[in-house]
């Protein structure tokens, strides 16, 4: 199926597309993961474990979730070091 008649079938929403995707290579932009490995001192493992526990998430999952706030908190008001706000992106 051609683009311009996916997107009219989409649009027309008279039809399921699902069945006109191929799900098994479909993946989030953005999303690709990239395994790191970070020394953190003991007290802060505990402190982020103790976080973890109280709100029921992993730690892997507390600390995906307040890195992206703050990277998201200062993607907004502040340019990277070295670029003005012209040529940030």
């Known amino acids: 199926m051609k683009g311009e ?3 009219e079938k ?3 929403d008279k039809d399921d597309i699902v069945d006109d995707l191929d ?4 993946r989030r ?4 993961q990239k395994r790191i490995n970070v020394d953190i001192p003991a007290w802060v493992v505990a402190a982020l474990d103790r976080e973890a526990a109280r709100i ?3 730690r892997q999952s ?4 307040w890195l992206v706030e703050r990277l998201e908190a200062n993607v907004t008001t502040a ?3 070295g670029q003005t706000a012209s040529n940030a992106h």
């Open 79 to 81: 340019p990277v070091k």
């Open 23 to 26: 799900l098994a290579t479909a």
């Open 62 to 65: 507390i600390i995906k979730v």
């Open 5 to 7: 008649e996916f997107d």
């Open 56 to 58: 029921g998430v992993t």
């Open 10 to 12: 989409f649009d027309a």
């Open 29 to 32: 932009v953005n999303q690709d």
